[in-house]
């Protein structure tokens, strides 16, 4: 069995399943090879040569419903031979064209004026799913199935497994800096205003948010506890496109107390790439060392300004600058499971179907994604419900959650209310599931 077939019966299956259960599922139509296995998932085809790639191998709708759960390949029929259940729902080719953003690599004429794939065309939001982390639902379908067979698997708990707070930092100050004095009196501020701006204390600085921000973060991490919480700014280390405006100094004095803050407050510092490395990936390299020598330490993550990763191969890069973990995959436009799953994933090149050692950490909530008028637009009670049902996804199938809220975004409408409120939330629904199992 090819590696990256075997890492997605695995990552279905999850990891608190015993070894022997994972290899008694198997992926082929060989009927000789049946009786190797209690389970076979019988390929539909999609990896074949001759379709594969192809624009005539994206699913039509509707689609067939297995339990419910929306099936991309295959029939929802199944039969026992021998002693074997096989499986004519091709939940691994199901799995792979959401885990490895497959749609993205058939259909490259489709990206938005930044050049990304635009969630409202994905194919999860199209057959009305994207709030529904299906790889997940076919992972729990396959456990019932081998329970159905007599295998002593663990119940399911509810919980969320790790969250992930996190800050991009596209301009940590709004008037620090000569050039910015002189854009406020161009809009008419008067100059003694924009002056004491510049030379009061940092806290005053409308976009310095972040003791506020940590304060939050730090509340959830005491009920969470350190390692199931982590939270993380993304600094910009380069690019010089309009979109990467305002270039911030990596080296002056403000930028060096908001690192000596994140350091005190144990934030870790991640890498967030300029819309020019959307464009030119090979960038990534040189704004991470530059944000290393910067700050002094090891740069493990990495999340795309404007969440702009064009293409799917260009995750590649990120692995040439060693960085092992990433935290782009949402759409800009529609909060969701953009992979199909709430859970950490090992990157597959769709291109090459080489398994890789990056790990894709979903991102199940951006801020301006629910609030923003082109993009969702909910108002404060739609927003706070449509992310209470992801979070509450992601506890029911032992997820990863990742929120990402800007420092400039606290005095847009509801934003900072829903932050807090979130938070408190959050740390509720953890302690109603603790309570269940106990
Ligand atoms: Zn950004």
Redesign the pocket.
């Known amino acids: 069995m090819k590696d990256y077939i075997q890492y997605i019966i695995r990552f279905l299956l999850g990891d608190s399943i015993p070894g022997e259960y994972i290899s008694s599922v198997g992926y082929t139509d060989d009927p000789r090879q049946y009786d190797k296995y209690s389970i076979v998932i019988r390929p539909c085809g999609f990896f074949d040569s001759t379709t594969y790639g192809k624009t005539s191998s994206i699913p039509s709708f509707p689609l067939k419903q297995l339990d419910r759960t929306p099936l991309l390949f295959g029939e929802t029929t199944e039969k026992m031979i021998g002693d074997t259940l096989v499986l004519y729902a091709d939940l691994v080719a199901s799995s792979f064209f959401l885990l490895t953003r497959y749609e993205e690599m058939v259909k490259r004429s489709v990206r938005d004026e930044h050049g990304r794939f635009p969630g409202k065309e994905s194919f999860p939001f199209r057959g009305e799913f994207l709030h529904r982390p299906i790889v997940d639902e076919y992972g729990l379908y396959l456990r019932n199935k081998l329970r159905q067979l007599g295998a002593k698997l663990p119940a399911e708990k509810q919980s969320i497994r790790k969250i992930y707070l996190t800050h ?1 930092v ?1 301009a940590p100050f709004y008037c620090r800096t000569w050039r910015s004095i002189v854009r406020e009196i161009k809009n008419g501020q008067s100059i003694w205003k924009a002056i004491k701006t510049k030379t009061g204390k940092l806290e005053e600085d409308m976009n310095y948010t972040f003791p506020w921000l940590f304060s939050e973060d730090n509340k959830l991490r005491a009920a969470f506890g350190k390692e199931r919480c982590k939270p993380i700014c ?1 600094f ?1 280390g380069g690019g010089n496109t309009k979109q990467d405006k305002p270039v911030y100094s990596l080296t002056n004095k403000d930028i060096k107390s908001l690192f000596t803050l994140c350091k005190h407050d144990r934030i870790e510092i991640g890498l ?1 790439s300029s819309y020019q490395a959307g464009k030119e990936p090979e960038q990534i390299v040189k704004e991470k060392k530059k944000l290393e020598s910067a700050t002094g330490g090891k740069i493990k993550a990495n999340r795309h ?2 969440l702009s990763s064009r293409e799917p191969e260009h995750f590649a890069f990120l692995l040439k600058s060693e960085i092992n973990h990433d935290f782009t995959m949402g759409y800009a436009d529609v909060a969701g499971f953009r992979l199909g799953t709430c859970r950490a994933v090992r990157w597959i090149n769709p291109g090459t179907r080489k398994l890789t050692s990056l790990v894709l950490h979903p991102l199940t909530i951006m801020e301006c994604s629910l609030s923003e008028e082109k993009y969702m637009n909910l108002s404060y009670e739609e927003a706070l419900d449509y992310s209470l049902g992801l979070i509450n996804q992601t506890a029911l199938h032992r997820g990863e959650l990742s929120l990402l809220w ?1 420092n400039t975004s606290l005095q847009t409408g509801y934003l900072k209310n829903l932050y807090s409120t979130l938070l408190d939330k959050i740390i509720q629904i953890d302690s109603e599931n603790r309570q269940q199992y106990k």
Request: proline share 0%.
């Open positions: 991009d596209d993304f910009k967030h300004h404007f800007h």
